[in-house]
């Protein structure tokens, strides 16, 4: 069965984020889901946020851009949050905007190498690993978590073209479509990310999908079933204000779209 799952886009205002994970929690929703733009804000602090004011609410970071941060920073922070709130922690690793690692001075010369690497190191460290690794971009000596998690989150990377869908599949748990493919085209994105892995059993395939503010409960659930349909696991939708336009921001009432409409949505497919 599919998951559904909301999106709280980094458009909105931050103190309405605990508004919204509420309402998510409330309506049933199992997933919610946000991620860092620059610069409006970050990750893993309003995921920390989201997991605390909730009780059953898994958040999914799609994603966190790997050149802003050290990988062992990363990893330390999200095994602190992994332990504090066990099995709801759903973090996504990526390349970011290298337009806007440009303007932070973070732009790499091989963004697939970093994160190959970036992601083989996260990952280890999660699990306990001690690693030394001398790589062209991660650099680390004797490093290894002094407080891993019992169980490591599983570690998704976000990816659109073909040589990083390979990488989802070499080395992530999971894969995040985060450019609003159509089902076909993320049918043939799969199909890559599959050559790269042999199979997608056991796999997470998020795929994000827009829906209108004025959209029906039919057209949401037909949306998150085509999907579906095509082997996506996980369905986070983004609520935008117009046909074209960006998602809806401070004058859009997320949490009362969940309370309205997310709650029907969830009761129809799971029904």
């Known amino acids: 069965m599919v998951t559904f799952g909301v999106i709280f886009p ?11 994970a ?11 889901w946000l991620w860092e733009d620059c610069f409006k804000e970050s990750g893993l602090a309003p995921a920390a946020a989201a997991l605390a004011a909730t009780q059953r609410l898994t958040v999914g970071i799609g994603l966190l851009p790997v050149p802003l941060r050290n990988a062992a920073i990363t990893a330390m922070e999200l095994a602190t949050v992994e332990r504090m709130f066990p099995g709801r922690l759903r973090p996504g690793l990526g390349h970011g905007v290298l337009d806007w690692m440009g303007q932070v001075g973070a732009r790499v010369a091989s963004p697939l190498t970093l994160l190959r690497e970036y992601t083989d190191a996260v990952r280890r460290l999660l699990h306990g690993e001690r690693l030394d690794v001398d790589g062209r971009y991660v650099h680390l000596h004797d490093v290894a ?4 998690p019992e169980e490591a989150p599983p570690v998704l990377v976000g990816a659109q073209r073909p040589k990083t ?9 999971g894969v995040i479509l985060t450019g609003e493919e159509t089902p076909d085209v993320t049918a043939r994105l799969l199909d890559r990310v599959r050559e790269a892995r042999g199979h997608l059993d056991g796999f997470d395939v998020v795929n994000f999908a827009t829906v209108q503010a004025h959209s029906s409960v039919d057209e949401v659930v037909e949306t998150v079933r085509a999907y579906a349909a095509v082997g996506v696991t996980t369905v986070p939708v983004v609520v935008v204000a117009g046909p074209d336009g960006p998602p809806a921001g401070e004058a859009f009432d997320l949490a009362g779209w969940v309370a309205d409409v ?3 949505v969830q009761r129809r497919l799971t029904s």
Not at 145 to 148: F, G, K, Q, S
Not at 165 to 173: H, I, N, S, Y
Request: without cysteine.
């Open 145 to 148: 978590l002094d407080w891993p």
């Open 10 to 20: 980094p458009d909105q205002p931050p103190e309405s984020l605990l508004a919204v």
């Open 22 to 32: 509420r309402a998510t929690e409330a309506a049933g929703i199992p997933q919610l």
């Open 165 to 173: 869908l390979a990488v989802a599949g070499e080395l992530g748990d």
């Open 262 to 264: 997310g709650t029907e």
